[in-house]
């Protein structure tokens, strides 16, 4: 259900018919003449990750870090874990305009 939410089209602003009066407003910038324009910042395509979602992974990563200075962790599940994550790193953004572009 979350992937088929994250996935899901997004919604869709309807902006009422002026009949002649000025243009309503919306969260985009606007010229003098009421047309709107692009130039400001636009918001994100997809979803974003939430202070939840970084706290863990930086506890995650702390404690990998933490395990490693211990010496609980050897040189080379530490070096894979590292590689784990990178490659994660590397495709995530691909994967995602994938995702996005579909």
């Known amino acids: 259900a979350e992937i088929a939410a994250r996935r899901a089209a997004p919604t869709a602003v309807v902006m009422n018919a002026t009949?002649?009066?000025a243009p309503t407003e919306s969260g985009l910038s606007h010229y003098r003449d009421g047309y709107p324009g692009f130039g400001?910042?636009?918001t994100a395509a997809n979803v974003q990750m939430n202070d939840e979602e970084a706290s863990s992974l930086q506890q995650k990563l702390t404690a990998l870090s933490n395990r490693r200075k211990a010496g609980?962790?050897?040189e080379a599940e530490y070096q894979?874990?590292?590689a784990e994550y990178r490659k994660l790193?590397?495709?995530h953004?691909?994967?995602t305009l994938s995702e996005i572009t579909k």
Do not use: N, Q
């Open 19 to 21: 009949k002649g009066e």
């Open 89 to 91: 790193a590397e495709d």
């Open 40 to 42: 400001a910042p636009l």
């Open 80 to 82: 894979r874990r590292v």
């Open 93 to 95: 953004g691909p994967e």
């Open 72 to 74: 609980t962790i050897s």
